[in-house]
């Protein structure tokens, strides 16, 4: 097999991915925004909570659009630009491959009663509830496929005869040692990731200080809670993926923090960079907080980067996805935290300048963070596809038509992207929360329930 082959197939899915997780977490996080903004709504009898649903239930359906076609692509280069691999572990990975697609179905069932039903029912919880399948479909859609990705990291439910998986059970394959620690990080990345967007959506417009400023104001109280909350929760499944690593995957945590030689009572590296000699210059060292992080305990021995083979050792560049990471997660913690403290202490502004600025940075932001999350994931698996069973590289194509499909998707991805912008642009632009709040008739004024 040519190295430049590989290459190109590393590229490919490299390229898909870091465009399908765009729309994978707007795809998750989305519905249950929808749904808390609707069950808020109708609660304090409030059209703003929603006008809000309904909006983002409007650009949910076109970034879901967006999404289908990306996830449908990566099941394709499966298949194309990794045949060896599906050739071993296709019929273990069979089961929860399918599950998602029907995950996804029930997802898109609902969402369509929910779109087509708003003002239908006397009672408007029983609308609410229309969300519930939308957002637990997402949520399952999300479990699935992130069983995938555990399995290549921790290979379980099979047994190897002859070069060969056997004895397949594909319920303990999916429930593998690394699906629960991902699970809980992947969901809850996702939906402060999208609270963080939806709060730079609202702060964006404050800034512009055009009509609907409650209404604004309203979306961006909702979306900052949200980010402070499940950025907690973010932050607590990490700790229990860097617990869990340096348990079954220690040279992904050592590669990560330049830990080269095991010890205990390790520090933990910040930021830094490494000189000719693979000699760590520049960082920041934290006593002790690497065995701490990675056992729970001051004194702790963690595993270092010199008890795996040289050939089978992570790059040591993943270092800067996982500083980037938790950096973006420790901003999106205290900026949201400023913010609802501020809200809380009335005599400060909670709505000035600076604050709302640093809201529209939180949104790309975090999904900068997702993005370096997945490749710090990906490549901390390397040189492994299958961990510890098959390499990328005797899993990748030898077909010297990979060159042709890269650029193939590539354009794929440049036209659904410009749509994308174009649509949701022209869908919200030319409609502002304002002139809808003018000639739509409010659903909760006076004597409107009765």
């Keep these: ?63 879901v659009a967006i999404g289908v076609v990306t996830g ?29 697609v029907f995950a996804f179905f029930f997802e898109a069932i609902f969402l369509g009663i929910y779109l087509y039903t708003w ?6 919880y029983i609308h609410w509830l229309f969300s519930i399948p939308v957002l637990i479909g997402a949520g399952i859609s999300a479990l699935f496929i992130t069983t995938v990705n555990s399995f290549m ?52 417009a404050l800034l512009r200080k055009k009509g609907a400023q409650q209404y604004h104001k309203k979306a961006l109280k909702l979306t900052v809670i949200s980010m402070f909350v499940f950025s907690i929760v973010t932050a607590v499944a990490g700790d229990a993926s860097a617990k869990f690593l340096a348990e079954h995957q220690p040279e992904k945590l050592a590669a990560a923090e330049w830990h080269f030689e095991t010890e205990k009572n390790a520090d933990l590296i910040l930021f830094g960079w490494l000189n000719e000699d693979n000699e760590v210059v520049g960082e920041i060292r934290l006593p002790g907080f690497l065995s701490f992080l990675a056992h729970g305990n001051f004194m702790a021995e963690v595993t270092g980067l010199e008890a795996t ?26 900026i949201s935290f400023i913010y609802l403290l501020f809200s809380i202490i009335k005599k400060w502004n909670a709505n000035n300048k600076l604050f709302l600025w640093l809201m529209v940075l939180s949104g790309p932001l975090a999904m900068l963070a997702v993005e370096f999350g997945w490749i710090y994931a990906e490549e901390g698996r390397q040189p492994w596809i299958l961990r510890g069973y098959m390499t990328v590289e005797e899993a990748a194509t030898s077909s010297p038509y990979i060159t042709h499909m890269f650029f193939l998707f590539l354009l794929l991805y440049v036209v659904l992207g410009t749509l994308c912008v174009i649509t949701l642009r022209k869908l919200f632009k030319d409609n502002p929360a304002e002139l809808e709040l003018e000639k739509n008739t409010p659903v909760f004024e006076e004597g409107a329930d009765k």
Excluded: C
């Excluded at 003002?119 to 408007?124: L, T």
């Design 153 to 204: 990291n921790t290979p379980d439910g099979f047994m190897m005869e002859n070069g060969e998986f056997a004895a397949v059970n594909p319920i303990a394959a999916m429930l593998n040692p690394s699906t629960p620690t991902r699970v809980a990080h992947v969901l809850g990345g996702s939906y402060v990731t999208v609270a963080a967007i939806l709060a730079t959506i609202a702060a964006f």
């Design 309 to 334: 083979p040289e050939n089978e050792r992570p790059p040591l560049w993943i270092h800067y996805m996982f500083d980037l990471m938790v950096s973006i997660g420790m901003f999106l913690v205290g």
């Design 1 to 63: 097999m040519e190295f430049d082959t590989v290459i190109m197939s590393r590229l490919i899915t490299a390229m898909t991915l870091g465009f399908h997780i765009i729309f994978a977490t707007l795809g998750v996080g989305v519905p249950l925004f929808i749904s808390i903004a609707e069950f808020i709504g109708i609660k304090k009898r409030d059209d703003h909570y929603i006008l809000l649903a309904k909006r983002w239930a409007r650009g949910f359906v076109i970034t």
């Design 72 to 100: 449908t692509a990566i099941g394709l280069q499966l298949s194309l630009v990794w045949p060896n691999f599906m050739q071993l572990a296709g019929n273990v990975i069979a089961l929860p491959l399918f599950m998602e």
């Design 119 to 124: 003002n239908r029912f006397k009672n408007p």
